[in-house]
């Protein structure tokens, strides 16, 4: 089989006589063998191994991703951040660590960043909300005399 992982600047690892892929989406891990039928699923963010003929395991961390199957022998996987590695145990305890935080970060940043597009929203509707004595004049339409009513 054929192995390419890839992320959005680079072709991480590429492997042409892979026997056996293992890897991980958020229903657990699972494997692959040779003349498996076409799959596709999101990876979670783990360690994808794989042994290729001579029987050498290899192993990538990866941080998230698509992982596809096509035609039983084509194995891509597309990931926003991968670091290849033999040492199974290091890439576990730091690297999958490192990726863990880093998706927390951007996860607090994106709920921190709706929160002040909400909050400026409501600030918008308090400023022009038409109740409000001495409110913004409101625009109505080209039928009121200069499109504006105080």
């Known amino acids: 089989m054929n ?11 590429k492997a042409d006589n892979v026997v056996h892929v293992r890897a991980e989406d958020d229903t657990g891990a699972f494997g692959i063998l040779h003349g498996h039928a076409d799959f596709l699923t999101a990876l979670a963010i783990s360690v994808v191994s794989w042994r290729d003929k001579s029987g050498a395991e290899h192993h990538i961390a990866v941080r998230g991703g698509m992982f596809a199957v096509s035609g039983g022998n084509t194995i ?4 926003r951040e991968a670091v290849a590695d033999d040492d199974l145990h290091r890439l576990e ?19 921190d960043a709706q929160r002040l597009y909400l909050a400026a ?8 909300r038409p109740d409000r004595p001495g409110s913004a004049p409101r625009l109505v339409g080209p039928a009121t005399q200069g499109g504006l009513e105080s």
């Open 76 to 79: 891509t996987i597309a990931t």
């Open 3 to 13: 192995l390419t992982v890839s992320t959005p600047l680079a072709i991480v690892t």
């Open 93 to 111: 305890a730091e690297v999958l660590a490192s990726f863990q935080r880093r998706n927390e970060e951007e996860v607090t940043a994106h709920t």
């Open 121 to 128: 929203i409501r600030q918008i509707y308090r400023f022009l």
